[in-house]
């Protein structure tokens, strides 16, 4: 499967702001990013449900937010005041519903389509 398109990454400032996009072109039940930085665990971001629920990182709680647009095929990861443990490398990630697959066991599944990551570098 190809990687699902990502854009937005780059280098910041303290309390800097940066967006990142991520082209999701198959119907899905959810969505979510992902950041992994050097010697850490990869670890979730924020998520989406098809409901427009979302749930987020403590880290980055009041800080990021993930939407959906156009309208819902377009993934977002606004990023304010950007600090230096953010600096990682972000992923985007989405959970395919194919036809009869209902959303609750959809939702229970793994992220089946991902990109290949973008990095975003915050220095002090």
């Known amino acids: 499967q190809m990687p699902l398109a990502q854009s937005g990454g780059g280098s910041v400032q303290v309390g800097g702001s940066l967006r990142l996009t991520c082209e999701t072109p198959?119907?899905?039940?959810?969505w979510a990013w992902f950041r992994q930085a050097p010697g850490k665990e990869r670890e979730v971001v924020a998520t989406?449900?098809?409901?427009?629920?979302?749930n987020y990182a403590d880290s980055v709680e009041g800080r990021f937010t993930i939407s959906l647009h156009n309208p819902k095929n377009t993934l977002y990861l606004d990023m304010n005041n950007l600090q230096p443990d953010d600096t990682a490398m972000y992923y985007c990630?989405?959970?395919?519903?194919?036809?009869?697959?209902?959303?609750?066991?959809?939702?229970?599944?793994?992220?089946?389509?991902w990109g290949q990551g973008t990095q975003v570098t915050v220095s002090s």
């Open positions: 990630a989405a959970k395919p519903q194919p036809p009869l697959l209902s959303t609750a066991a959809c939702r229970n599944r793994s992220y089946g389509a």
């Open positions: 198959w119907k899905s039940c959810s």
């Open positions: 989406i449900d098809d409901d427009g629920i979302t």
